[in-house]
């Protein structure tokens, strides 16, 4: 990626802390002015901040950025506007997505034809182009613009903090925005002690899956004996439809290394990795490249800021198997070898890596690090719910109106996440379920969707808050499909090391695919909630032992769907394609040949312009005409 | 990785394993690519994974012969290394083809109608999931969630992410493959290269 500093010379020379102090102190004016909205008074320089996030580059961002570059050159504003590259702004649906400021003016889904009006337009004369601007209608019928709306409005950023904010290939911005200062205090002004103390006032829980107290944790490792110690990141981000943790790697790669570098000093280790799963290539380079600019800088490697502390990090990528997001099996994988989980205790803090005292947290944990430090337990305590401080981030995705990344406090309820921030379901049909917590989660249906965000409250209702991903599914989805869709993923995930796991989901499996095709039998039921608890009980690892989660989460809150499965062998949200007959709807059928094209199996027949039929002898229910059909004339029930 | 499994319970370990494989050209670079890698970097069984993907992003996948290779420059017997290299999804045996298919099966893509996807395109290569056609143009794979969820459905062709897939887009973006490939053959040169991009 191109980054606006390539030459900077904070890049190549150490940095000292007078240095760090100055940066701070020129360009921090630049990075406040991006998060400020203020209009009607001609700035003095415009920034266009164009979001590189990897879902708007895969909607073409970068040769957005690159155009408006080119256009501002040609048109003379070179002193007055200028392009930043920014990570992601959250609202992936919206993408390329480009904010314009100090004037606070988004613009999504911008297209070559849009980046050019935008440079001719509102950087020529400061014209706002209005028809353009991302707006919503308000619950009570007014506009709502850019910053107003609530998906911006109702977030509260600290992981994020400098996500869609800053360069993240520019350490300069990093420490504009604060980078650093919390490593300095560390550092120079704080003992390991205090900073122990700090970290379980402020309350901050892993925010990878299980919740565990993170300064609990910190404080174990310190406390072990050992010559050698290592601190690790878990960016193995397994769960699938989950992308918080790519996002801040790919957007804000030096709040994670800082944090590392931190809890090097704390926990006396001078050796960290970064486990990253192979298929985030872009978060890999980022990452690699912070590192580099971190070691040339003196923030990384010998006697960092003179401070006579050794710290450096290693990247390690995956191998793409879900099981070495698991603390264990992922450092089994670091060591080379098989990612199998290792039987606890010995916990990490105690025999983790090479047998060593190992501190373990996932990406967004660590990015919550520096913020506590700086600002105090005490702020970030304040925020939040009894039991569970501070923000968490959600990967929204499914049937949802607006895709995208969002950081909310906890204790916010799950329909403000769903239906506010998220806008709803974009079909407009109801909201039946959200799913959090992926593989090892569980569903909340819509009408228990008032329950609090927060840790114990999730739990309670049989789902669990895990890593963030969040998918939310309207009336189409089938809940027996989707249990057999994670329950699918557990049993090819499993390292088959423990019996319970191999074996016992895999008959889980074949239950519920007997099911799904319309074969189910009438104790099936039972025999899925008595395996999936024997399961949860025995396995060996978290893998197994949440496993079973997807199917006794749907049973327990849609078991009448279930029931209609096996008892009158109907899917009433139509996706379990062996139990639907397709038949064409002759009215609204024109005769396009399309879906006689779409089907795989010559099933349908029927002269152009004239009504098509389908022929229930040949057809294998695959729904291929369903989706084709671009007049909604086929049916499936 | 089940099949995998099976494949090492018939094949007993060692060269018998590596016999089995019909005998395929190697670029020798791939050699070369280990020996550097070893040379630069210091350890023993740490350094496999990092070394599997260095040769795998060279060759497209892992034959038995440079596993073996891969063993004895570390110091591991080959079971150590194809036990690594069968237990991880992202490392294969098989050679893929020149578009690599990847139909995302995340979450967000599967409540998208994902399968449906999936099930033209084996129709249209006229493969199984995880196969190459003869001619080696086409692979088609599921992978887990490419991180295009607001895309869903989304197929990857090689490092390239296609998004808001219906049956009659996938079957677009297939004939153009086809057809790029076949320009490519013609001109038998790289200018074709260009025009897959779209
Ligand atoms: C099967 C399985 C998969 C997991 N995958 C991840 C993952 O992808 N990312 C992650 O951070 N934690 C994952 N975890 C949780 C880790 O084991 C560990 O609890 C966590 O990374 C600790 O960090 P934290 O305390 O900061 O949350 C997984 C756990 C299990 C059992
Ligand atoms: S689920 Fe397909 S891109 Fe995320």
């Known amino acids: ?637 | 990785m089940a099949e995998m499994r099976n494949e090492v319970t018939e094949e007993p370990a060692g060269s018998g394993l590596i016999d089995a494989q019909a005998p395929e050209e190697i670029d020798s670079e791939a050699y070369r690519i280990v020996d550097r890698y070893v040379s630069e970097q210091p350890g023993g069984q740490e350094q496999l994974i990092p070394l599997l993907h260095r040769v795998q992003e060279y060759l497209g996948y892992l034959p038995f012969p440079v596993q073996e290779y891969v063993a004895g420059k570390l110091g591991l017997s080959p079971v150590e290394v194809y036990a690594v290299v069968s237990f991880y999804h992202f490392f294969t045996t098989t050679p893929r083809g020149r578009y690599q298919l990847k139909v995302c099966m995340g979450t967000a893509c599967f409540v998208n109608n994902a399968q449906t996807i999936c099930d033209v395109l084996g129709d249209l290569s006229g493969i199984e999931l995880g196969g190459v056609t003869e001619d080696r143009l086409f692979s088609l794979e599921q992978v887990r969630c490419i991180g295009a969820c607001g895309l869903a459905p989304a197929l990857m062709v090689n490092d390239e992410a296609h998004g808001h897939l219906t049956p009659i887009t996938v079957r677009k973006i297939f004939r153009k493959l086809k057809s790029a490939a076949r320009k490519e053959k013609n001109s038998a040169g790289g200018e074709a290269d260009s025009e897959n991009k779209h």
């Open chain 1, 1 to 637: 990626m191109k980054t606006n500093t390539e030459s900077s010379p904070a890049a190549v020379r150490p940095l000292g802390r007078e240095a760090m102090a100055a940066i701070r102190e020129c360009v921090r004016p630049v990075i406040e002015e991006r998060l400020v909205t203020r209009r009607g008074v001609a700035p003095l320089r415009r920034e266009v901040l164009v979001c590189h996030g990897g879902a708007c580059i895969s909607c073409r961002a970068v040769p957005v950025a690159d155009l408006m570059e080119a256009a501002i050159d040609q048109a003379g504003l070179a002193d007055q506007a200028r392009v930043v590259r920014v990570g992601c702004m959250g609202l992936c649906d919206a993408g390329p997505l480009v904010l314009v400021s100090p004037d606070g003016v988004y613009y999504p889904r911008v297209n070559e034809d849009l980046a050019g009006r935008i440079v001719k337009e509102h950087l020529s004369s400061g014209a706002v182009i209005e028809e353009e601007e991302l707006s919503w209608e308000g619950p009570d019928g007014e506009m709502l613009r850019s910053r107003e709306v609530p998906f911006f409005a109702r977030q509260m950023k600290i992981a994020l903090r400098n996500c869609g904010v800053i360069d993240p290939g520019s350490l300069e911005e990093y420490i504009a925005a604060d980078g650093y200062a919390a490593l300095e205090k560390v550092l120079f002004e704080m003992a390991p002690d205090q900073v122990l103390t700090e970290l379980k006032r402020a309350g901050l829980r892993g925010r990878g899956g299980a919740g565990f107290p993170v300064g609990l944790k910190w404080q174990f490792v310190h406390d072990t004996q050992g010559d050698v110690k290592y601190v690790v990141c878990n960016a193995d981000e397994g769960d699938p439809g989950a992308f918080m943790d790519r996002s801040i790697l790919e957007g804000d790669p030096y709040s994670v290394v800082e944090a590392m570098t931190i809890a090097g000093r704390v926990v006396g280790s001078n050796q960290g990795y970064v486990y990253v799963r192979a298929e985030y290539p872009l978060a890999i380079e980022r990452l690699d490249a912070s590192l580099n600019s971190a070691r040339s800088s003196g923030l990384l490697g010998k006697d960092i800021l003179g401070s006579g502390f050794d710290f450096d990090l290693e990247i390690r990528i995956g191998a793409g198997a879900f099981v070495c997001g698991e603390e264990t099996a992922l450092m089994n994988s670091i060591e080379g070898k098989r990612g199998m989980p290792r039987p606890r205790p010995p916990f990490p803090a105690q025999k983790g890596l090479w047998k060593r005292p190992t501190l373990l947290n996932n990406v967004e944990s660590w990015a919550n690090i520096s913020p506590i430090l700086l600002r105090g337990a005490k702020w970030y305590s304040s925020i939040g719910t009894e039991r569970s401080k501070g923000t968490k981030v959600f990967a929204l995705a499914g049937a949802i109106r607006n895709t995208g990344l969002v950081e909310v406090p906890m204790g916010i309820s799950l329909r403000e996440v769903v239906e506010d921030l998220g806008g709803g379901i974009r079909s407009g049909r109801p909201f039946k379920a959200a799913q959090s917590g992926g593989p090892s989660g569980g569903c909340v249906p819509a009408a228990a969707a008032d329950v609090a965000v927060d840790y114990e409250s999730l739990q309670e209702l049989g789902a669990i808050m895990g890593s963030g991903g969040l998918i939310v599914m309207d009336e189409t989805t089938c809940m027996v499909e989707l249990a057999r869709f994670f329950m699918e993923f557990i049993v090819d995930e499993s390292c088959g090391k423990c019996p319970p796991c191999r074996i016992g989901n895999r008959v889980m499996l074949s239950i519920l695919e007997r099911i799904t095709k319309g074969e189910g039998q009438e104790d099936d039921l039972g025999l899925l909630e008595r395996l999936g608890e024997h399961i949860q009980l025995s396995s060996l690892c978290g893998l197994g032992q949440t496993g079973p989660n997807p199917v006794l989460s749907t049973l327990r809150h849609f078991r009448e769907e279930y029931e209609t499965h096996v008892r009158e062998r109907r899917c009433p949200a139509g996706q379990c394609r062996a139990l639907l007959t397709y038949t064409i709807i002759e009215d609204l059928c024109n005769g396009c040949h399309v879906c006689a094209k779409a089907c795989p199996v010559d099933a349908i027949g029927g002269e152009i312009k004239n009504v098509h039929l389908i022929d229930q002898e040949v057809c294998t229910h695959c729904g291929a005409c369903l989706t084709a059909c671009p007049t909604g004339a086929i049916e499936g029930k």
